[in-house]
């Protein structure tokens, strides 16, 4: 490409740019804060500050749909109103798609696998998977999640660590230990794969994969953020090529070369047992069949690239996002001690049931006859969504009902609002999970009580997957795994509970909800030393009558 064309395809640029800085914005009279920068826009109120903090100040001033400004005048609306969330997300097909910024994102973090899909390749690639991710399956794979927060890993860690004490309590950062433990649940449950990262016997790629996020995505500059939402006028393959020669994203590029080698290693492994008809119960065998099973019609099979992608979707979603939601529920169940106890107090009341009808393994109908339980894993889905924003953008004009009219800048009372195609949306998990009308008065309070108490959720618009949650999204790109997102948080919560008992520690007072494309516990001013949750452990009461 020479000076010439590259100049003139800047002018093109530029030219457009302007045209669409100057041209009457659609949403002229929906609400929405002042930007101070024409070149920076709110980018940086909205990707930089803690997670949610933008988004619950928005809400509160004006509403739940709001508008702001992109780089160089561009126009977003940002929406938390349940009835719009679920009209883009739930009812309304592929008419509303993942931005190409997005999708890039995706790409680079987990390969051209159903986190990056679209329309048609999505729904092939969601076909083929979905029979791993039933509601049977999901309960199968209990025991690989319970071995690996209990005595043989997690837990026999732990325990050696604080008999070693004098005091028999320690210091741990449960966000590096847990991240560890997750890891290696969804390896044995994804793949029948040790990772060994819990007991130190970490494989090449674990250790890659400890604070990838925090030192990929951490604190973007401003630069870094105006490049994002610039690149919405460059071609994917052209950002592509930028991405895959970008020396920032360094760590992810060894990361996905590493795991492409184990993805295909692990593949050939188990399409060899398949053909022996040794069939396996992890959710790779069960891929590798139903995509074998699809190979009379070439056009439904996923192709070698999509196939290995999808461990590195697994891999991505299966373990960031649950290690950090347990790190956050201990740090709920710390700064509540009165909950901990409860809940402590609930799981050895189940112990007691099991041992009376003569068993020893917890199994998944007892992880839900647990409602403290499993209201404190709600609770902390919808305080601490690990998710933030859904980027969308409109392929065709629409309409968004409102389940609560905002008031335009003109006075004017809205209850819809007319959408042109090529309209750039965020959907902000944070601020619908606490939204009042949905959740009660007191939805910026963490207060598990509120899924016990019926009447107190309101599911007057359903939305989401699971308890009428935004945090695994809606509709046809739901979370496809948040099945086992919710049993692996059941089952290690138990475990983690009934062997210790946590409490606070003086950094905690520092603790940020960091952005880094998704939320993680990091501690103000110490963001180089990667995610931290630091807590006391020590052994937990076996009975209540102890001292």
């Known amino acids: 490409m020479n000076s010439l064309t590259i100049a003139l395809s800047g002018i093109v640029i530029g030219a457009y740019i302007l045209y669409k800085a100057t041209k009457r914005s659609p949403f002229w009279n929906i609400p929405g804060p002042k930007s101070n920068s024409f070149v920076l826009g709110h980018v940086c109120e909205l990707l930089q500050n803690q997670v949610g903090l933008t988004d619950f100040e928005w809400q509160e001033n004006y509403g739940d749909v709001v508008r702001f400004k992109g780089s160089f005048g561009s126009d977003y609306l940002m929406i938390s109103d349940p009835k719009a969330l679920q009209r883009i997300f739930q009812t309304s097909g592929y008419r509303w798609r993942k931005t190409p910024q997005r999708r890039e994102f995706s790409r680079l973090v987990a390969g051209k696998g159903l986190a990056w899909a679209d329309g048609d390749v999505h729904k092939r690639q969601r076909k083929i998977m979905l029979p791993g991710f039933s509601a049977p399956e999901a309960k199968h794979l209990l025991p690989f999640f319970s071995s690996c927060a209990a005595a043989l890993q997690l837990c026999s860690r732990w325990t050696d660590m604080l008999l070693a004490s004098s005091e028999q309590c320690q210091v741990f950062n449960v966000a590096d230990w847990i991240s560890r433990a997750t890891l290696d649940a969804i390896g044995q449950a994804a793949f029948d794969y040790d990772f060994g990262a819990t007991n130190n016997q970490d494989t090449e790629l674990s250790k890659l994969y400890q604070n990838l996020m925090i030192k990929t995505f951490g604190t973007p ?327």
Not at 349 to 376: C, H, W, Y
Not at 380 to 404: G, I, S, W, Y
Not at 516 to 533: C, N, R, V
């Open 221 to 547: 500059s401003k630069t870094a953020l105006l490049m994002l939402d610039l690149s919405r006028y460059i071609p994917l393959s052209v950002m592509e090529f930028l991405d895959n020669h970008n020396p920032r994203f360094s760590l992810i590029h060894r990361v996905n070369n590493l795991a492409h080698v184990t993805a295909k290693y692990l593949v050939d492994m188990k399409l060899g047992l398949l053909l022996e008809g040794k069939n396996k119960k992890d959710i790779m065998s069960l891929l590798v069949k139903a995509n074998k099973e699809a190979s009379q019609n070439p056009k439904l099979q996923l192709n070698e690239e999509e196939l290995l992608a999808q461990m590195r979707v697994l891999l991505f979603a299966g373990h960031e996002t649950s290690g950090t939601s347990l790190t956050f529920a201990l740090f709920e169940l710390v700064r509540n001690p009165e909950l901990q106890t409860r809940l402590r107090k609930e799981i050895r009341n189940t112990e007691r049931k099991i041992a009376e009808r003569g068993d020893v393994e917890v199994t998944a109908q007892d992880l839900e006859s647990m409602p403290f339980l499993n209201a404190v894993v709600k609770e902390t889905l919808r305080f601490h969504p690990v998710a933030v924003h859904l980027f969308r953008v409109a392929v065709e004009d629409d309409v968004l009902p409102l389940m609560k009219p905002i008031v335009a800048t003109t006075g004017e009372i809205l209850q819809e609002v007319v959408v042109p195609k090529g309209t750039r949306i965020v959907g902000s998990i944070p601020a619908y999970n606490r939204h009042e009308d949905v959740f009660g008065s007191d939805a910026f309070t963490f207060n598990p009580d509120r899924w016990l108490n019926p009447g107190h959720v309101k599911n007057s618009v359903s939305l989401g997957v699971y308890a009428n949650l935004a945090t695994f999204s809606a509709g046809i790109r739901s979370c496809i795994g948040w099945r086992f997102a919710v049993l692996e948080m059941q089952a290690f919560l138990v475990e983690l509970i009934k062997n210790f008992e946590f409490a606070a520690t003086p950094a905690l007072d520092g603790i940020r909800r960091e952005p880094a494309f998704l939320m993680t516990p990091s501690i103000e001013g110490e963001l180089d030393k990667g995610s931290q949750m630091p807590l006391k452990v020590a052994f937990a009461k076996r009975s209540d009558d102890d001292s």
